[in-house]
């Protein structure tokens, strides 16, 4: 009893390729079949039990087929948020007192279950759900999700292991509580990983949690709870309230006992969030940790010295990959007048039009529709505009069809003015804007790309002239909390490349690290005096 485990050191999940002929393509193709032939319920899940929320019913469709209805689900009301809230107070005490290598090895089990028998179910629910290419959702609702359930067991044994110096004659010890109350994890819709990842990092550290995943990650939303349940995750632990989160507002986020808000998504939504915690301050028993990930305007800049092949495949990846909605995709690129002039813009141009969006249960594609009618309005708003801007001209891509999915062509905008909307505001949509500058112009364009946009969260320098590489992270130090050297600025791995950065963009906390972990305790210091003082007098009083 009472060992100082250790735990098992962590390893990222291999990416398998799904390629023509492989078991897991088969496998994974039979499993897409059954979760497109059946319509679900999609429940909330409070206290272990499972339930349609009070409000208003919703189909839960497949981004690129929207007549396909994957399940039904329902707005929570005020009511079925506070018993969720209700749910997780009445199981803190018990989770609290569960030993770390118990909780840790309900993470670990889920890791192992997503990896196996829950590969194709997670994989599959990503790509139907949210349009993914079986390639896009392996790399994170299956490989990123089991590394931040390993490496957070990893990191939470670090912190436990931070202990303080005694002294002859006291002990002192740190105890890591969980914090006094609840936490909230409210999670977007591009990422399955970070769905998982927000309830899961606290209740690990022995948080209980009230999680409200998007509704258009609903349908990968309600099978990871299975899988976590399967797990062995108590009841009561994490309870999933479904809808659009304006209760959880009203209820979760103003509960006294809320202790922290775990949340990803828009820039506009966390400050809203942030708003209604601040208003509330006077409410609450603690100060609630406040953790937040949010948007971003990620550019590439190419020196006159980078590979051009390298900066177009980046670009064309960086951009395009799961339809540009992702927080770190490229979406504003600086190009060098030699280079663009060389060749580079037409095998940006090439490169661009080779790729196709289509139906991802069919792998040719390279990616899908974007999520929904809310994101394929803005972005056809955002293309119309450039066909109407002066300073703009589109060079590749540019139609859009929602007739049967919401569909977006990859499309590279160029830009003669850096500040033009086009280079400052996150679209989130499969959008890039090119900037040529003039060769002589590397530091002044590298002081606009980082005054241009207000976020700082990914950011990538192509070059091979090691000043310039230099100049650019002195210059951009502040401009991104990713910064990637002849690399795309997506595709960040637990362990390897911790996630986060400022401004913006968020509290820069890194998902995927210890820094992350560390805001799920509350440290208590003890320090016991084995052979306490018997008198109050001090030496020097004579
Ligand atoms: N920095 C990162 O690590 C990171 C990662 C993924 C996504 N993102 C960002 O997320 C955004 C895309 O995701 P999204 O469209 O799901 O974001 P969003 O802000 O629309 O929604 C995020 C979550 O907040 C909820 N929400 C919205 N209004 C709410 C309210 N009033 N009360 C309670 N909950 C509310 C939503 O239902 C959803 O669950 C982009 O801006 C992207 O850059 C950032
Ligand atoms: N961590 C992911 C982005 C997550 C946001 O959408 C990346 O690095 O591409």
Same mark, same amino acid.
């Given at each position: 009893?009472?060992?100082?485990?250790?735990?098992?050191?962590?390893?990222?999940?291999?990416?398998?390729?799904?390629?023509?002929?492989?078991?897991?393509?088969?496998?994974?193709?039979?499993?897409?079949?059954?979760?497109?032939?059946?319509?679900?319920?999609?429940?909330?899940? =409070?206290?272990?039990?499972?339930?349609?929320?009070?409000?208003?019913?919703?189909?839960?469709?497949?981004?690129?087929?929207?007549?396909?209805v994957?399940?039904?689900?329902?707005?929570?009301?005020?009511?079925?948020?506070?018993?969720?809230?209700?749910?997780?107070?009445?199981?803190?005490?018990?989770?609290?007192?569960?030993?770390?290598?118990?909780? /840790?090895? +309900?993470?670990?089990r889920a890791?192992?279950?997503?990896?196996?028998?829950?590969?194709?179910?997670?994989?599959?629910?990503?790509?139907?759900?949210?349009?993914?290419?079986?390639?896009?959702?392996e790399?994170?609702a299956?490989?990123?999700?089991?590394?931040?359930?390993?490496?957070n067991v990893?990191?939470?044994?670090?912190?436990?292991?931070?202990?303080?110096?005694?002294v002859?004659?006291?002990?002192?010890?740190?105890?890591?509580?969980?914090?006094?109350?609840?936490?909230?994890a !409210?999670?977007?819709?591009?990422?399955?990983?970070?769905?998982?990842?927000?309830?899961?990092?606290?209740?690990?550290?022995g948080?209980?949690?009230?999680?409200?995943?998007?509704?258009?990650?609903?349908f990968?939303?309600?099978?990871?709870?299975?899988?976590?349940?399967?797990?062995?995750?108590?009841?009561g632990? =994490?309870?999933?309230v479904?809808?659009?989160?304006? /209760? +959880?507002?009203?209820?979760?986020?103003?509960?006294?006992?809320?202790?922290?808000?775990?949340?990803?998504?828009?820039?506009?939504?966390?400050?809203?969030?942030?708003?209604? =915690?601040?208003?509330?301050?006077?409410?609450?028993?603690?100060?609630?940790?406040?953790?937040?990930?949010?948007?971003?305007?990620?550019f590439?800049v190419?020196?006159?010295?980078?590979d051009?092949?390298?900066?177009?495949?980046?670009?064309?990846?960086?951009?395009?990959?799961?339809?540009?909605?992702?927080?770190?995709?490229?979406s504003?690129?600086?190009?060098?007048?030699?280079?663009?002039?060389?060749?580079?813009?037409?095998?940006?141009?090439?490169?661009?039009?080779?790729?196709?969006?289509?139906?991802?249960?069919?792998?040719?594609?390279?990616?899908?529709?974007? !999520?929904?009618?809310?994101?394929?309005a803005?972005?056809?708003?955002?293309?119309?505009?450039?066909?109407?801007?002066?300073?703009?001209?589109?060079?590749?891509?540019g139609?859009?069809?929602?007739?049967?999915?919401?569909?977006?062509?990859?499309?590279?905008?160029?830009?003669?003015?850096?500040?033009?909307?086009?280079?400052t505001?996150?679209?989130?949509?499969?959008?890039?804007?090119?900037?040529?500058?003039?060769?002589? *112009?590397?530091?002044?364009?590298?002081?606009?790309i980082?005054?241009?946009?207000?976020?700082?969260?990914?950011?990538?320098?192509f070059?091979?002239?090691?000043?310039a590489i230099?100049?650019?992270? *002195?210059?951009?130090?502040?401009?991104?909390?990713?910064?990637?050297?002849?690399?795309?600025?997506?595709?960040? !791995?637990?362990?390897?490349?911790?996630?986060?950065?400022?401004?913006?963009?968020?509290?820069?906390?890194? /998902?995927?690290?210890?820094?992350?972990?560390?805001?799920?305790?509350n440290?208590?210091?003890?320090?016991?005096?084995?052979?306490?003082?018997?008198?109050?007098?001090?030496?020097?009083?004579?």
């Amino acid at each position: 009893m009472d060992a100082i485990t250790s735990v098992p050191v962590p390893a990222n999940e291999p990416v398998k390729s799904y390629a023509v002929g492989t078991a897991e393509r088969e496998s994974l193709k039979k499993r897409l079949a059954e979760l497109q032939a059946e319509s679900v319920e999609l429940t909330m899940t =409070i206290g272990g039990k499972q339930r349609m929320a009070g409000g208003e019913r919703f189909n839960v469709v497949q981004p690129h087929n929207h007549s396909h209805v994957l399940g039904v689900c329902a707005q929570a009301t005020n009511e079925d948020v506070a018993e969720a809230v209700r749910a997780a107070k009445d199981a803190a005490a018990d989770w609290a007192a569960t030993p770390f290598d118990e909780r /840790a090895a +309900v993470m670990l089990r889920a890791a192992d279950l997503l990896s196996g028998p829950w590969r194709d179910t997670i994989n599959g629910a990503t790509m139907l759900g949210q349009s993914k290419s079986v390639h896009q959702a392996e790399i994170e609702a299956v490989c990123e999700m089991a590394d931040f359930l390993r490496f957070n067991v990893h990191f939470a044994r670090r912190i436990l292991a931070e202990q303080p110096v005694s002294v002859p004659g006291e002990w002192n010890r740190m105890e890591y509580r969980p914090l006094d109350g609840f936490v909230t994890a !409210i999670t977007p819709f591009n990422f399955s990983a970070i769905a998982a990842n927000l309830p899961t990092a606290p209740a690990l550290m022995g948080n209980t949690v009230v999680w409200k995943p998007t509704p258009t990650q609903q349908f990968a939303a309600h099978h990871t709870m299975r899988m976590l349940e399967a797990a062995g995750l108590p009841p009561g632990v =994490i309870n999933m309230v479904t809808g659009d989160g304006q /209760a +959880v507002s009203e209820v979760a986020l103003t509960d006294p006992d809320l202790a922290g808000l775990h949340f990803t998504g828009s820039t506009a939504t966390f400050k809203k969030l942030w708003k209604t =915690i601040g208003e509330n301050l006077d409410n609450y028993r603690s100060y609630p940790r406040i953790v937040g990930e949010t948007g971003g305007k990620d550019f590439v800049v190419a020196h006159p010295s980078a590979d051009p092949a390298k900066v177009v495949t980046a670009l064309v990846r960086g951009a395009f990959e799961y339809q540009g909605q992702k927080c770190s995709a490229a979406s504003r690129a600086y190009v060098p007048r030699s280079l663009w002039e060389s060749g580079l813009r037409e095998k940006l141009i090439t490169a661009t039009n080779d790729i196709t969006y289509g139906d991802p249960t069919d792998f040719s594609h390279f990616g899908g529709a974007v !999520i929904d009618a809310r994101a394929f309005a803005k972005h056809k708003a955002a293309i119309d505009r450039a066909r109407n801007e002066s300073s703009l001209e589109i060079l590749a891509g540019g139609e859009y069809d929602d007739s049967v999915g919401y569909f977006v062509q990859p499309t590279v905008l160029l830009g003669d003015d850096p500040y033009d909307e086009a280079f400052t505001t996150e679209y989130f949509g499969p959008i890039m804007a090119v900037h040529v500058y003039e060769d002589n *112009r590397y530091s002044e364009i590298l002081d606009t790309i980082d005054e241009t946009s207000p976020y700082a969260l990914t950011g990538a320098v192509f070059a091979t002239d090691r000043d310039a590489i230099q100049q650019a992270h *002195r210059q951009l130090r502040h401009a991104a909390g990713n910064f990637y050297v002849n690399d795309k600025p997506t595709g960040s !791995i637990v362990g390897r490349q911790p996630f986060g950065g400022g401004r913006a963009s968020g509290t820069n906390d890194k /998902a995927g690290s210890m820094f992350n972990i560390q805001r799920w305790v509350n440290p208590r210091a003890i320090k016991e005096t084995f052979d306490a003082p018997t008198h109050h007098a001090y030496p020097h009083q004579g």
